[in-house]
């Protein structure tokens, strides 16, 4: 398959992925069926994913410091795999679930909403940032890899890490 391919399904999924979590936050699609009572677990699955995920790549920086290709691309598949899974539960869970408001006020506000606001822009954009940088490393393209990682590593740490902390801020006001 070439290059030009790979990135066409590769754009293909980011915009998939990016319009279906907009039809769900959009509630545009209605929920036809009784909550599965795992789906309230679901927020904290993903607090737990994405702090995994987070450790997994600092790892993952450590053994290709230490030119350990073999650890750095088994860590990169399960971080892969991970954000995949976490990806399946955000979805399952905001089709169920009406979004949840944050109740602190203040400063404490305004810190909120900037790192949510980020968060999400970010998880936006580092997804084909994500997609390109693995296919690239799958396929031992080391040069293109380490330019595409220079941008998708450290957003991809910042999503996992906000990830984690806009759970931990908005999980006391979860009604549910």
């Not at 769900?24 to 737990?48: C, D, H, M, Q």
């Not at 949840?100 to 404490?108: D, E, L, N, P, V």
């Amino acid at each position: 398959m070439s290059d030009k391919s790979i990135f066409r399904i590769i754009v293909g999924i980011s915009v998939f992925v990016f319009l279906v979590v907009v039809v769900l936050n959009r509630k545009l699609i209605p929920v036809t069926i009784e909550t599965p009572s795992f789906v309230y677990f679901l927020p904290k699955l993903n607090a737990i994913i994405n702090g995994t995920c987070s450790v997994l790549l600092l790892l993952s920086l450590y053994f290709i410091r230490k030119k350990d290709i073999r650890t750095h691309k088994r860590l990169n598949i399960l971080t892969f795999t991970l954000s995949a899974v976490f990806l399946v539960s955000y979805i399952i869970f905001h089709y169920f679930v009406k979004e949840t408001t944050y109740g602190g006020t203040g400063f404490i506000k305004a810190v909120y909403y900037f790192i949510l606001i980020t968060h999400i822009i970010l998880a936006a954009v580092v997804l084909p940032l994500i997609l390109m940088s693995f296919q690239r490393g799958l396929q031992m393209q080391v040069e293109k890899h380490k330019k595409l990682v220079r941008w998708s590593y450290p957003v991809w740490l910042y999503v996992t890490v906000t990830g984690v902390i806009v759970y931990l801020m908005i999980s006391p006001y979860y009604t549910f």
